[in-house]
């Protein structure tokens, strides 16, 4: 994906595996060492945003490891 920022670019080359990851990984994807939730929340939506388009998406699942990519497409 060429139009994802550097860091959504590093979040979803974590999420690309199709395994869940709890929110302390994918906040070492952040390269701000002061971001909170808040700011995971906003590059999640964002990146959201931009693989809804491609007919893929972030599906928070409710357990222990929240976040896996999806195919929605189906």
Same mark, same amino acid.
């Given at each position: 994906m060429t139009n *994802?920022?550097?860091t959504e670019r590093r979040l979803y080359k974590v999420l690309s595996d199709q395994r869940p990851h709890t929110r302390e990984q994918l906040m070492a994807c952040l !390269?701000? !060492? *002061?971001?909170?939730?808040?700011?995971?929340r906003v590059? *999640?939506?964002n990146l959201r945003r931009k693989l809804r388009a491609r007919g893929q998406g972030i599906v928070r699942?409710?357990?222990?490891?929240p976040y896996v990519l999806a195919d929605v497409s189906s």
């Open positions: *994802l920022t550097p !390269d701000d !060492d *002061l971001a909170g939730p808040n700011t995971l590059h *999640l939506s699942v409710q357990c222990l490891c």
